[in-house]
């Protein structure tokens, strides 16, 4: 289904941001995605946070690959650049496009499938040379846009539709991030923009790849007798499950995750549609997200028994960037004279000498 064309007037009231633009300037189409998709509370939080942020539209790239998550730039920022690309290989036309112009703002959206399957090579790679950008992985469980088969993320023994139980254990992106040396990590729920907003805020400003996994409940598959994602078997487990299943034509589901008195032991529950409950916990105070190993045996500790944590999990400044790294000019390619990127035959024949 094509998206439609928001209409272009404005509220009088509306505030404008330091560059004299409104948040329904930073909006793009109409989205086709189911009604009451995390996705679409995801691209809410992406509006507000270049709003607040006051970015130029035209130095935004946003990106993606195939999938329900990668519709997700068609509704944000109607001008700034975009490319769709193919299924899995977002992270590598960012890699060629930052190489090019390192001056944009570059986001990428993609899902579980789309990132953990057909794309983990490019995604792990994209990890390793620190490409600068912010990398929004739209975590559902499923294959939403192919009628709900297994994701990379399924739980071993979780029954698909048909029947059929999975029996490969799952990736999670976060861990997987931390493992391949990722220098900003975090994650968050879709309904929880006083939270996700900050994240992007921080990501934006990172020197480096951020990696933000969004906790997003697809609200058309994933729910039957079998699946460990389902509401049933977390009411009857208590596991703290991070998809939902069909429900009803409804509006966004919205919530805080924080901690009370800074105390670990709490954790918010989130009621769905159904009026079922799905947990969340936010850090503790006083936990340190720049060791690596700590963090990482938090978040086993945690999802050991069951729980989500979120927040910024893991944070490092001082790795350089892929520009850093090969030691590129510091204004955009784009913007140097052709003289300069190609010297001629005469300068090759000089660097040839050095390989005699």
């Not at 195939?66 to 036309?93: D, E, L, Q, W």
């Not at 059929?164 to 997987?176: K, T, Y």
């Not at 907003?197 to 933000?212: D, E, N, Q, T, Y």
């Not at 009370?260 to 936990?287: C, Q, W």
Request: with cysteine; aromatic share 8%.
């Amino acid at each position: 289904m094509p998206s439609i064309a928001k209409p272009i007037a404005q509220h009088p009231s509306l505030k404008k941001n330091n560059l004299g633009l409104t948040v329904r300037d930073y909006e793009g189409t109409m989205s086709t995605l189911c009604a009451g998709c995390g996705h679409d509370s995801i691209t809410a939080a992406i509006v507000r946070t270049f709003w607040e942020l006051s970015t130029p539209p035209h130095m935004i790239a946003k990106m993606s690959g195939i999938g329900c998550s990668s519709k997700t730039p068609t509704y944000f920022v109607s001008g700034a650049h975009g490319f769709n690309s193919a299924h899995g290989r977002m992270p590598a036309i960012v890699t060629g496009a930052n190489a090019a112009n390192r001056e944009l703002i570059y986001i990428g959206v993609s899902g579980d499938g789309d990132s953990l399957s057909i794309g983990l090579g490019h995604l792990s790679h994209a990890i390793r040379r620190n490409v600068r950008m912010v990398y929004v992985i739209e975590n559902n469980g499923v294959y939403g846009l192919t009628k709900g088969q297994f994701s990379a993320s399924a739980d071993i023994g979780s029954k698909s539709k048909r029947g059929e139980a999975n029996r490969m254990s799952p990736i999670d992106p976060v861990m997987l991030a931390l493992s391949l040396g990722a220098t900003f990590v975090a994650r968050s729920f879709s309904g929880d923009k006083e939270q996700l907003v900050p994240i992007l805020k921080a990501a934006f400003s990172h020197r480096g790849l951020a990696l933000i996994d969004v906790v997003s409940p697809c609200v058309t598959f994933n729910d039957h007798v079998g699946s460990t994602k389902s509401y049933l078997y977390s009411r009857q487990h208590q596991y703290k499950a991070t998809e939902s299943d069909f429900v009803p034509p409804a509006s966004e589901i919205v919530a805080h995750i924080g901690s009370a008195n800074g105390h670990i032991s709490e954790a918010t529950s989130v009621t769905m549609h159904d009026g079922s409950v799905v947990k969340f916990r936010a850090l503790p105070d006083g936990y340190d997200p720049t060791d690596r190993q700590k963090v990482f045996s938090y978040l086993q500790e945690r999802q050991g028994k069951g729980e989500v944590p979120t927040g910024l999990l893991y944070l490092d400044e001082s790795v350089s960037d892929v520009h850093e790294l090969n030691n590129t000019p510091d204004s955009a390619l784009t913007s140097i004279p052709f003289e300069k990127l190609c010297p001629g035959n005469a300068e090759l024949q000089k660097m040839l000498e050095d390989f005699r």
